[in-house]
C-alpha cells in the first residue's frame, strides 16, 4: 500500500493562504493525505506566525486532517517551500496566486511562480 500523500502548503496569514489551505484540506480528504503547513517569517515577526499557525491548526483539527506545522525564520517563503518539499519528499505543493507582500511581489515576481518554477514535486497555484 501506498503512503499517505504528503502535500506542503504554504501559510502566511492572507486570504489567499487560507484559500490554498482550504484546498489541501480538501485534496488530503480525498487521498487520505498528510498536510504541512509552512509559515516563513521575518524576525521579530514571530508572533504573528504563532497566529497564523494556529489558525491553520484549528482548520485541521476541525476537519481532522492529519498534518503538521513548522515556522521557519527567514526571508524567501520560495526557497523555503522549494527545500521543504524536495527535501521531505512531498507530492504537492499548494500556495496561494497571492500573499502578504504583494507590493514586493510585484517587483521581485511573486512566491508561487517562484515555486512553480524552482519545485521537484507537483504545485497548485490556488487562485479566488
Not at 26 to 45: C, E, M, N, P
Not at 52 to 58: F, G, I, R, S, V
Request: charged fraction near 25%; hydrophobic fraction near 40%; include cysteine.
Amino acid at each position: 500500500m501506498k503512503d499517505k500523500m504528503k502535500i506542503l502548503v504554504g501559510v502566511d496569514g492572507s486570504d489567499y493562504s487560507t484559500w490554498a489551505l482550504m484546498e489541501a484540506i480538501s485534496i488530503a480528504k480525498k487521498f487520505l493525505g498528510h498536510v504541512q503547513v509552512i509559515t516563513v517569517y521575518k524576525r521579530g515577526h514571530k508572533d504573528e506566525a504563532t497566529k497564523t499557525q494556529l489558525k491553520a491548526k484549528q482548520l485541521l483539527e476541525e476537519e481532522k486532517i492529519d498534518s503538521s506545522l513548522s515556522a521557519i525564520l527567514g526571508s524567501n517563503p520560495s526557497r523555503a517551500m522549494v527545500d521543504t518539499c524536495k527535501n521531505e519528499k512531498f507530492d504537492l505543493i499548494v500556495v496561494g496566486s497571492r500573499g502578504l507582500g504583494s507590493a514586493a511581489a510585484f517587483l521581485l515576481g511573486s512566491v508561487s511562480k517562484k515555486v512553480v518554477s524552482k519545485a521537484s514535486c507537483n504545485v497548485l497555484v490556488v487562485k479566488k
